[in-house]
Nanobody, 126 residues
Framework: QVQLVESGGGLVQAGGSLRLSCSAS????????MGWFRQAPEKERELVAA????????YTTTSVKGRFTISRDNAKNTVYLQMNSLKPEDTAVYYC???????????????????WGQGTQVTVSS
């Protein structure tokens, strides 16, 4: 069974940067599409960025476009979210998720993801 573990969250001032990592262990299949979601208090979980199995196709939501970049290293079974120019409204718990069998594109629907990490807190102070 695949397990996802996020790391890299923390407290940062507005304008700063963080890089989140999501490491997959267990029976990892290369045809997993991956995504980063976030959930702020009293708000719904939203897709922030997604990447297809090969890393050649990515998606970022409008509010983070130009600031966040998703990437993956399949040799290391790791997905990254580089977050630059952070804003207080980026404060949330960030979750890594996997969508098995989604090939060749990205997975944009919440229900396509059936494997989730435990989440990592990102707090951006003003």
């Amino acid at each position: 069974q695949v397990q996802l573990v996020e790391s890299g969250g923390g407290l940062v001032q507005a304008g700063g940067s963080l890089r989140l990592s999501c490491s997959a262990s267990g029976r990892v299949y290369s045809n997993y599409a991956m995504g980063w979601f976030r959930q702020a208090p009293e708000k719904e979980r939203e897709l922030v960025a997604a990447i297809n199995w090969s890393g050649g196709n990515t998606y970022t939501t409008t509010s983070v476009k130009g600031r966040f970049t998703i990437s993956r290293d399949n040799a290391k079974n790791t997905v990254y979210l580089q977050m630059n120019s952070l804003k207080p409204e980026d404060t949330a718990v960030y979750y890594c998720a996997a969508a098995p069998g989604v090939v060749p594109g990205v997975a944009l629907g919440l229900r396509q993801y059936n494997l989730w990490g435990q989440g990592t807190q990102v707090t951006v102070s003003s």
